[in-house]
């Protein structure tokens, strides 16, 4: 158990539709990162926050957000939803700026 | 663009066996990271390695970062079924975020 908790776990739902996906970091960790894995693309980086702010931006459309609570958790926006944004989305957090990750279990998500 | 490639893709290989996986970059990187992912499970930190020509053992597996620091290999000896995965590696740059390798998926049957 790496400590970040994501739900849900498994999220089926139809195009052009809206979902949100949330994520509880390890306990004291700062940074949360959020990855989109597919299978011809492998591990997609999408947007990190650190204590609450954006702290860099990799290849997330716009059709996605994301945001960080003061409670440090996190939520991911996905809408107007494609089939081609079906993909295992993980969260992970670390201590502060390093690098080192942990990640949560992911959240499946299938457009049908 | 920070791109790392990882060989081979695929590797299957009977348990006893020796083998090392690649990682490799035409950029530097602060630091490299080596994960292994189960099927429907998160990828789980394995080392890091940040000072170039730096060597980490974690018991049967040898990790090496490349004097440049733009590349990595990871050795794994006697290779046992519990080792199958979905070996990733990743860069972590200036900015915190890390950059990922598409994976080695290792196989290892007994």
């Given amino acids: ?112 | 663009t920070q791109l790392l490639e990882q060989s081979p893709q695929f590797l299957s290989i009977q348990e006893g066996e020796n083998l090392t996986v690649y990682c490799n970059s035409s950029s530097v990187f602060s630091s490299l990271q080596w994960y292994r992912q189960e099927p429907g499970e998160g990828p789980v930190l394995l080392v890091t390695v940040v000072t170039g020509g730096e060597v980490k053992k974690l018991k049967r597996l040898t990790f090496q970062f490349g004097d440049a620091r733009k590349d990595s290999s990871l050795h794994i000896t006697a290779a046992q079924p519990g080792d199958t995965g979905l070996y990733l590696c990743a860069g972590g740059g200036s900015n915190y975020k890390l950059t990922f390798g598409k994976g080695t998926l290792l196989t290892v049957n007994p």
């Fill in chain 1, 1 to 112: 158990d790496s400590g970040v908790t994501q739900t849900p776990k498994h999220l089926i739902t139809a195009t052009g539709q809206r979902v949100t996906l949330r994520c509880s970091p390890r306990s004291g960790d700062l940074s949360v990162y959020w990855y989109q894995q597919s299978l011809d693309q492998g591990l997609q980086f999408l947007i990190q926050y650190y204590n609450g702010e954006e702290r860099a931006k990799g290849n997330i459309l716009e059709r996605f957000s994301a945001q960080q609570f003061p409670d440090l958790h996190s939520e991911l926006n996905l809408s107007s939803l494609e089939l081609g944004d079906s993909a295992l989305y993980f969260c992970a957090s670390s201590v502060g700026g390093k690098t080192e990750a942990f990640f949560g279990q992911g959240t499946r998500l299938t457009v049908v």
